[in-house]
Nanobody, 117 residues
Framework: HVQLVESGGGSVQAGGSLTLSCLIS????MGWFRQAPGKEREGVAA?????????YYSDSVKDRFTISLDNDKNTLYLQMDSLKPEDTAMYYC??????????????WGQGTQVTVS
């Protein structure tokens, strides 16, 4: 049974930081996605291979967000710095085939809300 559980969302002022966590195990490709009201779900950051730890970022969050993995805790993180109002969205962690396309992921968490004002 695959289970992904996100936590760490909340409200923050522009320029602030948040760290999202996702309890996840047994997957090679993992990612963070977000969906704002009225918009399609988009890839934010993805991580390939627990050993190689190669990561990918969308242009909108590059140099502001950092994806990381703690193997001992089976936890995937998304460190979000210099947050902007346009980062407001529901954030999801997911496991699947890799990359930043949501359609390539078949296991999803319930989501955690991030609001930037």
């Amino acid at each position: 049974h695959v289970q992904l559980v996100e936590s760490g969302g909340g409200s923050v002022q522009a320029g602030g930081s948040l760290t999202l966590s996702c309890l996840i195990s047994g997957h090679t490709y993992m990612g963070w996605f977000r969906q704002a009201p009225g918009k399609e779900r988009e890839g934010v950051a993805a991580m390939y291979n627990r050993l190689v730890l190669k990561s990918y970022y969308s242009d909108s969050v590059k140099d502001r967000f950092t994806i990381s993995l703690d193997n001992d805790k089976n936890t995937l993180y998304l460190q979000m710095d210099s947050l902007k109002p346009e980062d407001t969205a529901m954030y999801y962690c997911a496991a699947g085939l890799g990359g930043l396309l949501p359609q390539l992921y078949n296991f999803w968490g319930q989501g955690t809300q991030v609001t930037v004002s």
